[in-house]
């Protein structure tokens, strides 16, 4: 009998586990993917925020690609629970799917303020397709928005919502914005940026509540003036969708804890993306990484591993970037390691900004601010992450970079870091080509 | 596959690479918008050029959300246009910082091998840039270390 697959969420992870099933497979197997929602891509919704795709750019894999690449689907259903024991998921619809093996690729949700109000009407989180259409059609030119967070995906959406012609302010609980994606001196400058760009932002601001006034919404603060907008967005995190996995016996820490394989603790059951805590590549310790890269990587392992292959994961490497009014803001790795030495260079004439962080002479987290129009500040964003993900030996470069922080190609070129990096490929064979995934027989 | 193989010993940093690689692209000589590009060594001594090396792992294609880099007939990696959204997930995934971006437009761009006629290589008077079957390698790293030896100890 052919082996039954089961994917549980068909997102970046599931979707990328598909494919690579389908790519490594010997004979073919059965696939079954059990998603809540439709294959999309989250990270796309941004570009149909400002309505530069239609919605339909932001699918992954329709209808009519499942069946060609021969997957059963349960959409709109919801894994309820899991018993690997018995090899079966449990829908929440009382259906009982049995699997040979299965993978967990349930991502994760966003997580609003506690405060009152928070689930009123025109307060939106942005994370699923229904949320971005709910926010497309609260958002008019000259709509004022607030956005509650100042993190990564707050700053995604920020270029769509100026561009919608509404007016924005952003406030943060934190002393400063982008506080896990930059450090105090980057986050100053973007801030600066900003308000040259006529985004408006409290920092320190702790949210009480928020009430309905006479169909605009006020905004409370445990200290200083109130804000009355149209529209809320609340950017205030996200955790993972493990709730359902309980009694399930697999065991989660901050997510499903999986080995070097993307395997869970339970027989036959994997797991991948934001719901899984995995290796990180640069401290080799268990670590969330709910980003888009990370997904696509454990993805593939873990459908490698599935279709019978035996493939090793080296970990995933932090890599983040978005784009803020011509402003490129980058990090990668350990770029707030409190152990690492590090250096650092502001350029006085335009918004370009660089630190690198090292582990003796190798460079393992960097962080980098520049204009996107710059080709060397896009080279060398490609540049940084090659050097810390190869972890190579920098010798006396790191003296030179150490000196000369935007001297990043001459130091990349010349230690080899080509070289080192060329053999390198995550399923140990070259990547096909996205529309090469075999069709069903 | 074929492959640009770089020869930097053979290099003038005539830049005609990059005049052609932008005409070919983009239909105007711009070199801003070449997507292969010369680099001094040694205080302007000597020059090489750097473009992508069409790794076997293409990263900048795995790692797009909507799948919009694909493998052309040369065997390139190469951007649609019309689905790419402009994310710059590429660019910070390339990790040989041969990945572009053009605000203008609101695309990435990378080197597609002119579709199997590389402009670069035939522009080329010195062949510094030659198009081989042959395995894709680390063309400049040699010549770089001992081209900067100086910058390192100081002495330049
Ligand atoms: C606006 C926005 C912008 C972003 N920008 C970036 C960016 O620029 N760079 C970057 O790296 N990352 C970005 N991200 C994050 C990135 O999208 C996620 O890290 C990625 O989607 C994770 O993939 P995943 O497959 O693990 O989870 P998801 O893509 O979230 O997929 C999970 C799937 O599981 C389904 N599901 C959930 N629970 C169940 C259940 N119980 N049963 C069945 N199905 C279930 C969900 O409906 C969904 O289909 C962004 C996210 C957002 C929202
Ligand atoms: S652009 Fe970078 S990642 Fe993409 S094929 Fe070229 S070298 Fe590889
Ligand atoms: S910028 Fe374009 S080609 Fe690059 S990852 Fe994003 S959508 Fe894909």
């Known amino acids: 009998m052919a082996t039954r697959h089961l994917i549980i969420g068909g997102g970046t992870a599931g979707i990328n586990a598909i494919r690579t099933i389908r790519e490594e497979e010997r004979e073919h197997s059965e696939i079954t993917l059990v998603s809540a929602e439709p ?86 989180s942005f994370w699923t397709l229904d949320e971005a259409r709910g926010v497309l059609a609260g958002i008019a030119r000259g709509s004022h928005v607030v956005m509650v967070g100042a993190g990564f995906i707050a700053f995604t959406i920020l270029n769509s919502i100026l561009s919608l ?49 006479k169909g605009r919404k006020r905004l409370r603060f445990a200290a200083g003036g109130d804000l009355t907008c149209d ?71 873990a459908g490698a591993n599935m279709a019978g292959r035996d493939v090793r994961y080296r970990g995933s490497l932090i890599i983040n970037i978005v784009e803020v009014c011509h402003l490129d803001v980058a990090s990668f790795g350990a770029w707030d390691d409190p152990k690492a030495e590090a250096a650092s260079g502001v350029r006085a004439d335009r918004p370009a900004y660089r630190k690198l962080l090292w582990r003796g002479d190798r460079l393992t987290g960097a962080i980098i601010l520049g204009p996107s129009g710059d080709i060397w500040t896009t080279n060398d964003v490609g540049m940084l992450k090659g050097l810390v993900q190869s972890g190579a030996p920098l010798g006396a470069w790191k003296a030179h970079l150490k000196k000369n922080p935007f001297d990043v190609k001459l130091a990349f070129i010349a230690s080899g870091i080509t070289k080192a990096l060329l053999p390198e490929t995550i399923l140990g064979r070259p990547a096909k080509a996205p529309g090469d995934t075999p069709v069903a027989v | 596959m074929r492959v640009l193989r770089l020869h930097p010993e053979k290099c003038t940093g005539c830049l005609r690479c990059e005049l052609a690689c932008s005409y070919e692209q983009t239909g105007a000589f711009q070199p801003a918008k070449s997507v292969i590009r010369v680099s001094p060594f040694e205080g302007h001594t000597s020059y090489a050029p750097y473009t992508c090396t069409q790794c076997a792992e293409g990263w900048c294609m795995t790692a797009c959300p909507v799948g919009a880099i694909t493998i052309n007939a040369a065997g390139a990696k190469d951007v649609l246009d019309d689905t790419c959204v402009g994310c710059k997930l590429c660019t910070i995934a390339c990790p040989y910082g041969t990945m572009f971006y053009d605000p203008a437009t609101r695309k990435a761009f990378k080197c597609n091998l002119c579709g199997g006629a590389p402009a670069c290589a035939e522009a080329c008077p010195t062949a510094a840039i030659t198009y081989e079957e042959t395995a894709t390698a680390d063309w400049l790293g040699d010549f770089a270390r001992e081209r900067t030896a100086r910058v390192l100890t100081g002495v330049s």
């Open chain 1, 39 to 124: 294959p999309y891509s989250r990270m796309v919704l941004p570009y149909y925020l400002d309505r530069s795709i239609a919605e339909s750019h932001v699918f992954t894999a329709t209808a009519r690609v499942l069946a060609g690449w021969g997957v059963k689907t349960h959409l709109g259903r919801r894994a309820a629970a899991l018993d690997p024991k018995a090899g079966t998921c449990t829908l929440d619809d009382g259906t009982a799917v049995p699997y040979d093996d299965c993978l967990i690729a349930t991502g994760s949700s966003p997580v609003r303020a506690p405060v009152p109000g928070a689930d009123g009407p025109r307060v939106h």
């Open chain 1, 165 to 213: 012609g509404a007016r924005l302010t952003i406030v943060e609980m934190e002393p400063r914005i982008l506080p896990r994606m930059i450090d105090g001196t980057g986050a100053g400058l973007v801030e600066a940026w900003l308000e040259t760009h006529g985004v408006a932002i409290r920092t320190g601001a702790r949210l009480a509540r928020i009430e309905d006034a």
């Open chain 1, 231 to 301: 529209l809320v967005i609340m950017a205030t995190g996200i955790k993972t969708n493990l709730d359902w996995l309980k009694g399930s016996g697999v065991s989660v820490n901050r997510g499903v804890v999986v080995d070097d394989r993307l395997r869970s603790s339970a027989d036959n059951v994997y797991a991948a993306g934001d719901v899984a805590e995995g290796r990180d590549l640069i401290s080799g310790e268990p670590a969330v990484h709910a980003i888009e890269p990370t997904a696509q990587e454990h993805g593939r392992i």
